[in-house]
């Protein structure tokens, strides 16, 4: 009898746990709502240079985007055996790749707003998906869905999800496939990042 009350205690405090930590989806949505309103739309409709949108699109992704979690989950399995210095180096020339790749990709917006149209949960307790659309002039509306993660009370990006392509998963799948093939490993794929960011 005793055996059984300590095994639903603890299964009541797992789900307790777990209701407690997931993610207000209001919260999400009007931190998602900032990013995108005061942050992309505000920046790519200005007549800013490229040189200043460039620091200030730095400044938002490291602010609003957790890109050391998202360079460990690209790097995948290749995470646990890199040493110090790859691990260091990764994280940085995938940092800055992804300020350069996305202040240039987000210029495709110009003149749009996102619309945003609800939430989903995700597996993590610790996630939730904001699901936002951009009116085209042609065609349906592009689909872009931000994954949004909470540590220590605070609300990161993790993934961005444009026509149901993540680019997370995209990123892993590829520099997972140049180390296999790579006879340099991860220091080859480091080397071939810098090139691109050069």
């Known amino acids: 009898m005793y055996k059984f009350i300590t095994l639903?205690?603890?299964f009541v405090m797992s789900i307790s746990f777990e209701a407690n930590a997931a993610i207000d989806g209001k919260k999400a949505e009007n931190f998602i709502k900032n990013v995108t309103n005061t942050g992309i739309?505000?920046?790519i409709n200005s007549n800013a240079s490229e040189q200043e949108k460039q620091e200030k699109f730095t400044k938002l992704f490291n602010e609003d985007l957790d890109l050391d979690f998202i360079g460990k989950?690209?790097?995948?399995?290749?995470?646990?055996?890199?040493?110090?210095?790859?691990?260091k180096e990764f994280i940085d020339v995938y940092r800055k790749l992804n300020i350069q790749t996305w202040s240039e990709r987000f210029n495709e917006f110009k003149g749009k707003h996102f619309e945003f149209t609800g939430t989903e949960k995700s597996k993590s307790a610790d996630q939730i998906f904001v699901n936002t659309q951009v009116p085209m002039q042609e065609g349906a509306p592009a689909s872009v869905k931000w994954r949004v993660k909470e540590t220590n009370g605070k609300l990161r990006i993790v993934d961005?999800?444009?026509?149901?392509?993540?680019?997370?998963?995209?990123?892993r799948s590829e520099y997972t496939s140049y180390i296999q093939k790579s006879p340099n490993g991860i220091d080859g794929l480091i080397k071939d990042l810098k090139a691109k960011l050069k």
């Open 73 to 87: 989950f690209v790097l995948g399995r290749y995470w646990r055996t890199a040493n110090s210095k790859q691990r």
């Open 41 to 43: 739309e505000e920046l």
């Open 8 to 10: 639903l205690l603890t």
């Open 160 to 171: 961005i999800i444009i026509e149901n392509v993540s680019l997370a998963q995209t990123a």
